[in-house]
Nanobody, 126 residues
Framework: QVQLVESGGGLVQAGGSLRLSCAASGPPLPNIAGGWFRRAPGREREFVAAFSWRGGTTYYTNSVKGRFTISRDRAKNTVYLQMNGLKPEDTADYYC???????????????????WGQGTQVTVSS
């Protein structure tokens, strides 16, 4: 069974940086697309960043463009989210996700993803 394990969350001051990691284990994943989502206290889970199904395109929600970077190490089967210039409004639980199907997926939609990590907490103090 596929398992995704996130790490790298923590407490950081505004303006600081964190790098989240999402390591996949188990059977080979059918799709190289991958995404990060977050859920802030009292809010619904929202899209943050993703790779396309062919891996050549990245997507970011407007609020993190220029500050966050999604990347991956295919040899390690790990996806990363480098977060710079963190703001208090970035405080949330962050989840990585990978599709369970082959071919094109809407990488910005939760519906594209079958596998989810347990989440890692990011807290940004002002």
């Amino acid at each position: 069974q596929v398992q995704l394990v996130e790490s790298g969350g923590g407490l950081v001051q505004a303006g600081g940086s964190l790098r989240l990691s999402c390591a996949a284990s188990g059977p080979p994943l059918p799709n190289i697309a991958g995404g990060w989502f977050r859920r802030a206290p009292g809010r619904e889970r929202e899209f943050v960043a993703a790779f396309s199904w062919r891996g050549g395109t990245t997507y970011y929600t407007n609020s993190v463009k220029g500050r966050f970077t999604i990347s991956r190490d295919r040899a390690k089967n790990t996806v990363y989210l480098q977060m710079n210039g963190l703001k208090p409004e970035d405080t949330a639980d962050y989840y990585c996700a990978r599709p369970g199907t082959t071919g094109w997926v809407d990488a910005q939609s939760e519906k594209a993803y079958s596998y989810w990590g347990q989440g890692t907490q990011v807290t940004v103090s002002s």
